[in-house]
């Protein structure tokens, strides 16, 4: 199987900064997207951003221009840099990635377990 470690959440003022980072380990054959996903109690996941292999990255509109995701494919490893973060930014984040285990056949979606991130004063 494939595990996703997150790391990097904690508690940060409004207009703070936090970077978070996730590595992939276990039996990783290949990763296509890597990203990042956030919920808060009563809702559903939302998008963050994503990043493809080959450095495409997607952003949900609520967070361009704060926040920015890079990725080390040797590494197995993708960062979300947050700036300028909102109150409204709090949420657990989690990290995803659709990646092929060297025991599976096809790829599926991999997701961390997830890190508390809250933005208050």
């Known amino acids: 199987q494939v595990q996703l470690v997150e790391s990097g959440g904690g508690l940060v003022q409004p207009g703070g900064s936090l970077r978070l980072s996730c590595a992939a380990s276990?039996?990783?054959?290949?990763?296509?997207?890597m990203g990042w996903y956030r919920q808060t109690p009563g809702k559903e996941r939302e998008l963050v951003a994503t990043i493809t292999a080959g450095g495409s990255t997607n952003y949900a509109d609520s967070v361009k221009g704060r926040f920015t995701i890079s990725r080390d494919n040797a590494k197995n490893t993708v960062w979300l840099q947050m700036n300028s973060l909102k109150p409204e930014d709090t949420a657990v984040y989690y990290c995803?990635?659709?990646?092929?285990?060297?025991?599976?056949?096809?790829?599926?979606?991999?997701w961390g377990q997830g890190t508390q991130v809250t933005v208050s004063s």
């Open positions: 995803y990635a659709d990646a092929l285990s060297i025991f599976a056949v096809r790829f599926q979606d991999y």
């Open positions: 276990g039996s990783v054959g290949s990763i296509r997207a």
